[in-house]
């Protein structure tokens, strides 16, 4: 079929259809830009097409939606909505995934994004990779974006194949074959910057990556809190190349990068030094409700504007049934909502 500009200017995927891709092209998974924008915001509307920077979709959805909660999903085939469940791998992995698009069905009005825990998901087996498949598909129907917490780190080519499966595509002989179509995938830092630049070259235009900066749980000041001879942290150190990777790809519209922070929110005194050396950098702010953190004390991360700060949380949604009592559905919107405006007040 002959390319025309026409046809080449309705989607970026067709626009990649259309132009002579050279074999790294290959690498990268298939554009779905336009699908958030398209979603339902929580203001009732449809939206306009979607900017091509995924900083860019992700504050564009922010203000859509009007929130900037994730939905954390890290399902425990012992506490689903639905009942414990049991039997074979597919069985369980059958029973997560209809809880997974329960809590979707229920929390999407509330909320931006889903964050599935993938080990949650991959200790099932291949029905459990299968259920997390159909978890983001879901969640990309609900108009949401999807961050896959996978947490990885490895050398160049190791760190490519991990990014080609959650947020690229596999080149293969003829073609490529698709990854999981994630819009984003956490990343642990402890490799080096070389390491990421390879998470990022497969990533990159599409996707973002969640560094891992200053995290949420106790044993984060063991390696993370510890000076360096020169000066700083080690968990600075980390900001400043989150910032410096970052840099080299901003958003024109949102001013914010491609490469994201996670910083833990038990530890709100260390977010205006990490915002100071990581200006553009979205935070992803784990550790609200079940571990501790409070939406309130989360001000400077929003500093750059409202899509700059994410706050995430999985039980007190999830689970948020078990302290107020009703269905968990009605339970967990609840949960969500309340999340939502008091980030929301803060920016
Ligand atoms: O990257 C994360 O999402 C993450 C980073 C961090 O510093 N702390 C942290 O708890 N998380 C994740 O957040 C989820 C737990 O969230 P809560 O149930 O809200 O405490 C788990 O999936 C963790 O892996």
């Known amino acids: 079929m002959a390319c025309t500009p026409a046809r080449a200017s309705r989607s970026r995927s067709l626009r990649r259809g259309c132009r002579a891709s050279p074999p790294a092209r290959a690498s990268r998974r298939p554009s779905r830009a336009r699908r958030l924008p398209d979603a339902p915001s929580a203001a009732g509307g449809p939206q306009g097409p979607a900017p091509a920077h995924v900083a860019d979709r992700l504050a564009a959805a922010v203000a859509a939606r009007g929130s900037q909660i994730v939905l954390g999903l890290d399902p425990d085939p012992l506490r689903l909505w639905h009942g414990p469940a049991g039997g074979d791998a597919a069985a369980v992995a059958g029973a997560v995934e209809a809880h997974c698009r329960a809590v979707v069905d229920a929390v999407a009005d509330a909320v931006v994004a889903v964050k599935p825990q993938v080990a949650c998901f991959e200790r099932l087996g291949a029905p459990g990779w299968a259920a997390l498949a159909a978890t983001v598909a879901h969640a990309r129907d609900a108009g949401l974006f999807v961050l896959a917490d996978a947490k990885r780190g490895d050398i160049d080519v190791s760190a490519a194949a991990y990014a080609q499966g959650f947020v690229g595509a596999t080149p293969v002989q003829g073609g490529s074959l698709p990854g999981l179509g ?126 700059a700060g994410l706050v995430t949380a999985s039980r007190s949604i999830v689970r948020a049934h078990e302290q107020v009592g009703g269905s968990p559905a009605q339970a967990a919107l609840a949960e969500a909502q309340r999340l939502r405006e008091a980030a929301w007040a803060l920016a």
């Open 182 to 307: 994630a819009d984003a995938m956490t990343v642990a830092p402890y490799m080096g910057l070389d390491t990421l630049r390879s998470f990022a070259a497969v990533a990159r235009p599409d996707a973002a990556l969640f560094v891992l900066v200053r995290t949420s749980n106790p044993g984060a000041a063991d390696l993370q809190d510890e000076p360096l001879a020169r000066g700083g942290t080690v968990w600075e150190h980390v900001a400043g190349l989150v910032a410096r990777l970052g840099a080299e790809h901003v958003g024109p519209e949102s001013g914010l990068s491609d490469i994201a922070a996670v910083v833990g929110a038990t530890q709100p005194r260390h977010l205006a030094r990490a915002r100071e050396l990581a200006p553009q950098a979205i935070f992803l702010l784990p550790g609200v409700g079940a571990q501790g953190g409070r939406v309130e004390d989360l001000a400077p991360a929003f500093a750059p504007g409202r899509a």
